[in-house]
């Protein structure tokens, strides 16, 4: 294993070094922060054979899994040269299409219903800890997702399943991973455990199951616009994990600002990362001139949401190589389009490739 996450106050170490050491942008420190990007469906597939179809490959006319994942994996090297240092990749998945017939039905999820882990799924994230660990990247694994934890009836479910999947995950051996426990914690979610009142019972599952007396550092991310993590949420978190959805540059600075003035930040600071905001750079600026790490999130063309398709188009590419964004399935993990290459252009230049 060559690199491994340790958190050092509010910096991140890999392999006892700051990040980014040294570098600066316009005179503002880059030195441990974690440059990242959103992308969770890098171990997705769909238990549901009346929705596969939604997610063929347009060269092949068929959906393939494990084509997602080696494709996804053979990326990393040229996102580390731009300097990306982590990817943040769901144990069940996020949104794709949104339209009610296909967003309501598909099934992407590492757990059975009873909080069983599913094999082929951790076998394929193995694959991304493993080529991320051999080019010096971090993997933020997110456990929970909405959407998918609905089938999910009981808390109880909940709850073995975080603590098996940290179990799985520390047996891999791997020292370059950081939990998300949940995407977005509300309660709109309908599981109690899942709420902002309750979601640091599922942080301390995860730290406080170790092996050999190592445990996972672990976080919890908040909705986008205004949410910030508080009390025993905040408290118990290793870093935070603020979105920027709906936030201007403006309001984006006022969040992380606001974090770092609760009592409980106050009490023991740590790294804040933003690992889900849009493709609106400006936001990325406003981010690291706050001392936080930013993460992009491309959702790419064909989601059949409003506000995505004002951006991407509302029809998916019809070539493998135009296809944009990185979480319509199915995704070309490539830097293959302009909205790319600006973002990878622009973590280059506040990183230096470093």
Same mark, same amino acid.
């Given at each position: ?16 070094? =700051? ?22 469906? #890098? ?21 393939? &899994? ?11 090297? #040229? ?20 339209? =009610? ?14 909080? $069983? =882990?599913?094999?082929?799924?951790? /076998? ?36 073995? &399943? ?48 170790? +092996? ?7 976080? @919890? ?8 993590? &508080?009390?025993?949420? +905040? ?18 600075? #006022? ?10 930040? @106050?009490?023991?600071?740590? =790294? ?28 790419? #063309? ?14 998916? /590419? ?28 622009? $973590? ?7």
């Amino acid at each position: 294993m060559k690199t491994e996450i340790a958190i050092d106050g509010a910096k991140f170490m890999i392999n006892g070094k =700051p990040t980014y050491q040294g570098v600066k942008y316009k005179n503002k420190p880059v030195e441990g922060l974690l440059m990242n990007s959103r992308m969770i469906q #890098a171990i997705f597939d769909d238990e549901n054979p009346q929705t596969r179809e939604f997610w063929k490959y347009p060269d092949t006319g068929k959906w393939d &899994a494990d084509r997602n994942t080696s494709e996804f994996c053979a990326q990393l090297p #040229a996102y580390r040269a731009h300097g990306l240092l982590a990817v943040t990749v769901g144990l069940q998945g996020g949104g794709s299409i949104y339209k =009610p017939e296909v967003y309501g039905v598909y099934r992407m999820s590492a757990f059975s219903d009873d909080g $069983v =882990p599913r094999d082929a799924y951790f /076998e394929r994230l193995s694959m991304i800890l493993s080529a991320a660990d051999q080019c010096g990247m971090i993997v933020i694994v997110n456990y929970f997702y909405w959407k998918q934890v609905r089938h999910m009836p009981r808390d109880s479910s909940i709850l073995k &399943a975080a603590e098996a999947a940290t179990d799985r995950l520390l047996r891999t051996g791997f020292r370059n991973i950081l939990v998300d426990v949940a995407n977005e914690s509300g309660d709109w979610w309908n599981r109690p455990v899942c709420g902002p009142d309750n979601i640091h019972t599922l942080i301390d599952i995860v730290k406080n199951t170790r +092996l050999d007396g190592r445990r996972l550092l672990v976080g @919890c991310s908040t909705g986008g616009t205004e949410q910030i993590p &508080a009390g025993a949420w +905040l408290a118990a978190e290793d870093f935070s994990l603020p979105h920027g959805n709906g936030c201007t540059p403006k309001s984006l600075a #006022a969040k992380i600002c606001r974090i770092r003035k609760m009592p409980e930040y @106050c009490a023991r600071p740590r =790294p804040i990362v933003v690992n889900e905001d849009g493709v609106e750079l400006a936001n990325m600026e406003a981010a690291v001139d706050e001392y936080a790490s930013w993460g992009y999130y491309a959702q790419g #063309a064909g989601s059949g949401e409003g506000m995505y398709d004002a951006i991407w188009g509302g029809h998916r /590419e019809k070539e493998y190589g135009a296809l944009s964004g990185f979480q319509t399935v199915p995704v070309n993990w490539g830097i293959n389009t302009p909205q790319k290459q600006e973002f990878f252009a622009k $973590v280059r230049s506040i990183t230096g490739g470093k």
